[in-house]
């Protein structure tokens, strides 16, 4: 696996709750982030755009580090039995060993490169990797190395930038969205070009999207099947079902978790039923507007 590293950061105070086990699945406050597709790419339907206020990337944020971590910043660097890869950061990045070839989307190389591109602060022995791979070949060996001076670099490096990871994990989703909708069914792409624009009109929907794309992908990736069926966004929003007063992100949730629910029904691996449905479940019952601050 030959991934080299391409030569910021915008930091959101998070505080920082589901288990590190939850399977696989931006110190300053600028502008609003804020995110549009083109005008040719609005031409064919509804606008979908992607804005957050900093104080609600904030509030996504935190409940992606929730979602992941349960508020524990060893979690930060952590590699789940039954994984053959490490799980790093606020939204626990996938970083496969050199030899590896797993079946769902690499994503921490990526996070590095744009961390890098933004001028961070990555820790030397990191940006010198090559290959760009885990230096662990499997979970002994990581567990073994866990109280290392080089993980706990590692770690302190991601806690100190957790509002920069918020800002990748919503630049993937930005980025996501044209695609899916070219990926969907020639006959269902208005609907779901119309399903997006309506999710991405609100802080929850906005998070929806962002943690769920971040958390099970984009549904785009032929290896990302089981018994043929996929688990990401696209599939989500082609098995929403709206009306009878159901809001958007009320139909994004139950979908989902039929959609997840199917994912762990055709797992060889129990582990999907037994241990991480639950938590992906519990997940997916947070994808709800932001309470008013008198009530939190």
Known sequence: MAKRLFSGVLLISFLVLTACDAGPDED??????????????????ADISLALEPAQLDWVGQKI????????????????????????????????????????????????????????????????????????????AFLGEEDSTRVAELREFLAGTQGLQAEFIFRRAKDSLEK????????????????????????GGVYALMDYVNFKGEGLAATERYQGEGWGLLQVLLNMETGRGKTSLTAFREAAGEVLTRRALHAENPIERE????????????????????EE
């Open 180 to 203: 899916v909708i070219r990926a969907a069914p020639r006959d269902r792409r208005e609907d779901v070009r119309s399903l997006l624009a309506d999710l991405s009109s609100t802080p």
């Open 65 to 140: 580090f929730q979602n992941e971590c349960a508020g524990k910043l060893e979690c930060l660097v952590h590699w789940n039995a039954g994984e053959a890869f490490p799980s790093l950061g606020i939204g626990h990045f996938i970083w496969y060993p050199q030899g590896v070839e797993g079946r769902f989307v690499e994503s921490f190389p990526k996070l590095i490169q744009y961390m890098t591109q933004r001028q961070a602060p990555v820790p030397d022995w990191l940006v010198n990797l090559d290959p760009f791979d885990a230096p662990w070949p499997d979970r002994q």
């Open 28 to 45: 300053s406050r600028g502008a609003p982030a804020k995110e549009s597709v083109s005008a040719d790419q609005r031409a064919g339907g």
């Open 275 to 294: 241990r991480w449905l639950p938590g992906w479940l519990h997940r997916l019952d947070t994808y709800r507007e932001p309470a008013p601050a008198s």
